[in-house]
């Protein structure tokens, strides 16, 4: 069959009928696994995107959309969801049995990803079928009214040249459309896939009948260590505006009273704890500066924080670590995994299962109810958000997720310095200019900074006061810019840790693990 004879409100229409197929059916899909605590299609293909995407696209979606690439993604894939839906319905539109086939197929591998993701489950599987069938009833339905001898308004033609009934196409696609978003975000509002931060405090202060969660004492920031200069990250970043890089395509919604920590491996005992059990024992507080691996010289994927929670050590000795054990390897909720050396965990330094921040429970996109916190490594090896199990176990025992994609398998952070103020391209006035910025050697210390004008001499800046070795440190300069020629002049800035180490001049790209190289900015002077 062709095209031949088809007006055009068919062929578009044809095609339209297919993306209101397509949200119709990640509509229901949504509705059901929210009903029953499963995945919802799109999720489960969007983190199939993520676990499978080779690292050069990885870095150019962090590179390029840098916390927003979840957005990015749930675009992208709603994108060619659509395409797939338009082309479907287009050729339908000659040949109606391509519908159900097209729902068959989508079914097989909506099917076959699903169970292939972190976790799964024959349940995982309903709004996987739930969706396909509803996509394929609904461009069913839709076809049906673009077909001129079965529409109304053909019966009263009178025996004429059969009509489309546009305005039935029109309202059926209509309410299709917004019964499919309507189906999304009910979906997203069931249980506890759609607690908000305030239920979570809610969740969190009712564990069982009389426990309850009071928010925590922050110490000040120490004196002298916040310069407070307009422009310069403070020297603790409230939550709403601390970086997320992780792997969830959809934050998980853990309820406190279900949630438990299972600690096993190699122990000579197995312990499994309750959220109430580690606010109890929540008595460590520390502030630590945590950064992404991917965060580019001078980034923003950076931040520092006052967390509390319960001595990994501790925890670790009440097992009973047994000798080999050579990694301490956790697993997240959504089955999100990595690992570091045990001795990591033994040697000293403040590494915990966190459950507050900054003295509120830990936000949801922070990793309520608990996470690890391991100052001197990147996040991808040791910084499990929504941790749910701790097993110490050897190095081939298991890899974290990042580390079959070629990445590092230790990740201790590196000497890093940045420019805050002034930004890139900003033109200023001949006249005396602060410069400001952080540096970082975490579980080292910064001992110094110093900047440079022009490719001349390097000049020490002035420290903030030391808050700590596993903190960043906040740097100024004051540049008589009013000798200065106008036009361009560039800044750079390098750091020197505690232990007399220069950070590395040469650029470094960030995999495998962490970029190297002194951040420089252009400015220009009026």
């Known amino acids: ?47 199939s995107v993520i676990d499978h995407a080779p690292r050069a696209v990885e870095r150019w979606a ?25 082309l479907v319905g287009y050729r339908a539109r000659l040949r109606p049995s391509l519908a159900l086939r097209a729902a068959v197929v989508l079914t097989l591998i909506g099917s076959a990803i699903t169970l292939a993701g972190r976790t799964s489950g024959a349940r995982a599987l309903v709004p996987v079928v739930t969706a396909a069938l509803t996509g394929w009833v609904t461009l069913h339905a839709l076809l049906r009214t673009l077909d001129p001898f079965r529409s109304a308004r053909s019966s009263r033609a009178g025996g004429g040249a059969p009509v489309i009934d546009r305005r039935r196409f029109i309202g059926l696609s209509g309410a299709s459309a917004v019964g499919g978003f309507a189906l999304q975000r009910a979906g997203s509002k069931l249980g506890v896939q759609g607690l908000d931060d305030r239920a979570r405090l809610r969740a969190a202060a009712k564990i069982g009948t009389d426990a309850s969660v009071p928010a925590k004492a922050v110490p000040p920031v120490p004196v002298g260590a916040d310069l407070g200069i307009e422009g310069v990250a403070p020297w603790r970043v409230p939550n709403a505006n601390f970086y997320r890089i992780d792997t969830a395509f959809v934050v998980p919604r853990v309820k406190a009273s279900g949630w438990k920590l299972t600690i096993g491996g190699m122990v000579s ?26 965060n580019e010289i001078g980034g923003d994927l950076v931040g520092n924080a006052h967390f509390q929670g319960v001595r990994l050590s501790e925890l670790l000795t009440e097992c009973g670590v047994k000798p080999g054990v050579e990694q301490v390897y956790s697993t997240s909720v959504d089955g999100w995994t990595c690992g570091f050396p045990v001795e990591l965990a033994l040697d000293g330094r403040d590494a915990m299962v966190a459950v507050y921040m900054n003295g509120e429970p830990l936000p949801y996109d922070h990793g309520f109810p608990a996470r690890l916190v391991v100052p001197g490594i990147y996040g991808y090896v040791s910084a499990t958000k929504w941790v749910s199990k701790i097993e110490l176990l050897r190095w081939d025992d298991a890899d974290g997720f990042w580390i079959p994609k070629g990445w590092s398998r230790l990740g201790p952070v590196k000497t890093s310095c940045r420019i805050d103020v002034p930004r890139a391209f900003a033109t200023l ?68 840790d505690r232990n007399g180490e220069l950070q590395l001049e040469d650029p470094v790209p960030v995999a495998p693990d962490g970029a190297e190289g002194f951040h420089s900015i252009r400015v220009k002077i009026s």
């Not at 095209?3 to 229409?13: K, L, M």
């Open 269 to 294: 005992q197995q312990h499994v704890y309750t959220y109430e059990d580690l606010l109890k024992r929540a008595n460590l507080n520390h502030d630590v500066t945590l950064m992404c691996v991917s």
């Open 429 to 496: 006035p001949r006249e005396t200019v602060v410069l400001g910025g952080v540096a970082w050697a975490q579980h080292r210390g910064i001992d110094k900074v110093e900047v440079q004008l022009d490719l001349g001499e390097w000049v020490e800046a002035k420290l903030a006061a030391d808050g700590g070795i596993d903190t960043w440190r906040q740097w100024s300069y004051a540049w008589d810019a009013s000798a200065a020629e106008p036009g361009n002049h560039v800044i750079r800035v390098r750091a020197t």
């Open 62 to 86: 962090i590179d390029t959309f840098a916390t927003n690439d979840k957005l990015a993604l749930a675009w992208s894939v709603v994108g060619v969801l659509a395409i797939c839906g338009a």
């Open 1 to 47: 069959m062709h095209d031949v004879g088809i007006s055009r409100f068919e062929r578009w229409g044809a095609a339209i009928a297919g993306v209101v197929a397509v949200g119709a059916g990640l509509g229901a899909g949504a509705f059901v696994a929210g009903l029953i605590d499963a995945p919802a299609p799109m999720t489960a293909l969007a983190t």
